[in-house]
């Protein structure tokens, strides 16, 4: 499993734009009070590090099953995770993308017992978003 996170991970990450791509500005909404979060101690130093971002897990969800499977015999899954890095100019309000990367996030393991995955629930529960 290995090997193939790191051939995975070739041309990643992709770089975005530093400052504004319309009109240059270097300041963006929202870096400024996670830095104000992060001095007054609100938030770990850690938590975005590259700013705001959204991750969209790329999995087959016809393999949670055997996913599951190898959870319980003691491995932890994990899926590849798309990891877009956001800024908003703080002159013009334009969205844009700082940076694209790709990385690999362990998914928790829910298991139930009765009644057998009711509604056809996935059995388990993504750290970044409804599982």
């Not at 992060?38 to 087959?60: H, R, T, V």
């Not at 890095?85 to 362990?106: G, H, M, N, P």
Request: aromatic share 6%; proline share 8%; charged share 25%.
């Amino acid at each position: 499993m290995e090997g193939k996170e790191e051939n995975i991970n070739m041309g990643f990450p992709v770089e975005g734009h530093d400052v504004c791509p319309d009109c240059g500005c270097p300041d963006c909404i929202g870096a400024g009070a996670i830095r104000e979060l992060k001095d007054i101690g609100k938030i770990p130093e850690e938590m975005f590090a590259n700013g705001l971002s959204l991750a969209f897990p790329l999995y087959d969800p016809r393999k949670l099953q055997k996913m599951a499977s190898q959870a319980l015999v003691g491995s932890t899954p994990k899926v590849a995770t798309l990891k877009v890095f956001l800024a908003i100019c703080k002159s013009c309000k334009r969205l844009y993308v700082r940076e694209v990367d790709l990385t690999w996030q362990e998914v928790k393991i829910q298991i139930q017992t009765q009644p057998r995955n009711p509604g056809g629930q996935s059995p388990f529960k993504l750290p970044f978003g409804k599982g």
